[in-house]
């Protein structure tokens, strides 16, 4: 079942934080977060494992509720490299497929 | 972070014939490597779960005699769509999992387009 992504889009300006949701009505073994930019294969940006994990690498990072079965991804201090659709894609199980079902994403754009 | 390619980039193909695309994992070996179709402005959907050494699983939807999957290695899988119709124009990404980090990483993906 595919996770719900929100909001589906947003636009800041170059310097301003951005927050975007993954919930799953699925106990969740991982989330994966990924962007893609128009044209292009999605880029891994980190995974969470189950255990309520939280990650960040430079200016963005995310958490992971496992009771809540909820990821969020933090964009702090957006640049213009940032924008793109943000896909997270989880995993309900850890069986050997490791299959991910992704949201339908989170168009983000970052203005100067 | 780990790199997995796919060839060819875009593909142009006339309705009727059949068209292969590849993918390798180019670092590491990958047991299993999953094939995603995505339309434009929409999510990534999972076709198919191509298994080294034994038959694809195919997601419901998806027709296998139409969407021929091959593992014949630790690190190829190959995609055949078989008699090309304009409806299957589509972006086709094919994604690998590294063992060592559960890291998934996506192919740049194959543009096809069928006239």
């Known amino acids: 079942q595919q996770p719900v992504q929100s909001p589906q889009a947003v636009i800041l300006r170059e310097g301003e934080d951005a927050v975007i949701n993954c919930s799953s009505s699925?106990?969740?073994?991982?989330v994966h977060w990924y962007r893609q930019k128009h044209g292009e294969a999605p880029v891994f940006l980190m995974i969470?494992?189950?255990?309520?994990e939280q990650k960040g690498h430079e200016k963005i990072s995310a958490s992971f509720n496992e009771k809540k079965q909820q990821s969020s991804l933090y964009l702090t201090a957006s640049q213009l490299s940032y924008s793109g659709t943000y896909f997270c894609g989880t995993e309900i199980s850890s069986g050997s497929a490791r299959q991910l079902t992704f949201g339908s994403g989170t168009q983000l754009t970052v203005l100067p | 972070g780990a790199v997995v390619s796919q060839h060819p980039s875009w593909v142009i193909c006339k309705s009727g014939t059949s068209v292969k695309i590849e993918c390798r994992s180019l670092?590491?070996?990958?047991?299993?490597m999953f094939w995603y179709r995505q339309f434009p402005k929409q999510s990534l959907m999972l076709m198919a779960t191509?298994?080294?050494?034994?038959?694809?699983?195919?997601e419901q939807g998806v027709e296998k005699d139409k969407f021929l999957i091959n593992h014949a290695s630790l690190t190829l899988s190959t995609l055949t769509v078989t008699s090309a119709h304009p409806e299957d124009s589509s972006f086709y990404i094919c994604?690998?999992?590294?063992?060592?980090?559960?890291?998934?990483?996506f192919g740049p993906g194959t543009r096809l387009t069928v006239t």
């Open positions: 699925k106990a969740l073994y991982s």
């Open positions: 191509s298994n080294e050494g034994s038959k694809a699983t195919y």
């Open positions: 994604s690998a999992r590294d063992p060592s980090s559960y890291e998934q990483y």
């Open positions: 670092d590491f070996q990958a047991t299993t």
């Open positions: 969470l494992l189950k255990g309520g």
